[in-house]
C-alpha cells in the first residue's frame, strides 16, 4: 500500500513540473492532458506575438473571468484601467461558464467575446450556440463603459462543435481567424470577419487544433 501511495505521489509531482515558460504563462506537464484555462492562455500570448500590434488585446482567461465576477465597481476600474480598452481596435475575451471565484479552472463551456472598433460592436461566438449568452453578456456589461459606451452586442452564428469537448478549441481557433483577418484584411473592408470563420473553422481544424498546440509547445520547449 506504502509503495502505491509513493508511486502516486511520485507521479503527482510530474504532473507539476513546470515544461515551458513562454512570456509571461507557465505551462505544466498536467496542463498537456486537457485544454484548460493555462493552454488558452499560452496560445492566447502566442498569438500576441505572432500579431504583435498595440491595436489588439488578447485577454487572459484569468483577467476575463475577473471582469466577469468583480464583486463592485470600484475594483473593477482599478483592475480594468490598466488594460488601456479604450484605445484597442479589437480585443477578445475567453468566456467560461464557471461562476465560482473559489474554484481554479472551474466550468465546463468556452466561448469567445470580441470587439472591433470601426463598427463599434461585441460579437458573441459560441460554438454550443447560446450556451454561455450569459455569461457573454455579463463581460460586456462590464466592460462596455471603458471600451465604448455607445457600441452594440450581438451573437453571431458560429460553426457547431460535434462533440462536448472541443470548445476550447474553438475559441483558438477562432481567436486565430479573428487575429488573421484584423491584419490583413484590405484597410477599407467594412465586413467583419464572418465569412472567414465560416469558412475555416471546421470540425477538421479543430480536430487539428489540438496536435497543432502541442507541437507548438515541444518545439518551444526545446528552444527554451
Keep these: 500500500m506504502r509503495v502505491l501511495k509513493d508511486i502516486l505521489n511520485m507521479e503527482k509531482e510530474k504532473a507539476n ?6 512570456n509571461d504563462v507557465v505551462l505544466r506537464r498536467s ?16 498569438l500576441t506575438s505572432c500579431y504583435p500590434s498595440e491595436d489588439i488585446l488578447l485577454v487572459p482567461p484569468s483577467i476575463a473571468f475577473w471582469i466577469k465576477e468583480c464583486p463592485d465597481s470600484a475594483s473593477l476600474k482599478d483592475f480594468v484601467e490598466p488594460l488601456r480598452l479604450s484605445q484597442r481596435k479589437l480585443i477578445i475575451f475567453p468566456i467560461n461558464d464557471n461562476a465560482d471565484v473559489s474554484m481554479a479552472e472551474g466550468g465546463s463551456h468556452w466561448s469567445l467575446l470580441a470587439f472591433e472598433r470601426n ?19 455579463r463581460v460586456y456589461r462590464s466592460v ?16 457547431r462543435q460535434v462533440n462536448g469537448y472541443d470548445c476550447g478549441l474553438y475559441v483558438t481557433a477562432i481567436a486565430r481567424e479573428i487575429c488573421e483577418w484584423y491584419v ?22 479543430v480536430s487539428k487544433m489540438r496536435n497543432e498546440i502541442l507541437e507548438l509547445v515541444r ?5 527554451q
Design 17 to 22: 513540473d513546470k515544461i515551458l515558460s513562454y
Design 31 to 46: 496542463d498537456l492532458h486537457i485544454l484548460n484555462d493555462q493552454i488558452i492562455e499560452f496560445y492566447f500570448s502566442y
Design 119 to 137: 463598427t463599434n460592436v461585441f460579437v458573441h461566438h459560441d460554438s454550443s450556440e447560446g450556451f454561455n449568452i450569459v455569461h457573454s453578456k
Design 144 to 159: 462596455v463603459s471603458y471600451v465604448a459606451s455607445d457600441s452594440k452586442y450581438i451573437d453571431c452564428s458560429t460553426p
Design 184 to 205: 490583413f484584411r484590405p484597410k477599407d473592408m467594412e465586413e467583419l470577419w464572418f465569412s472567414a470563420i465560416k469558412g475555416k473553422v471546421t470540425p477538421s481544424l
Design 219 to 223: 518545439t518551444l520547449m526545446v528552444k
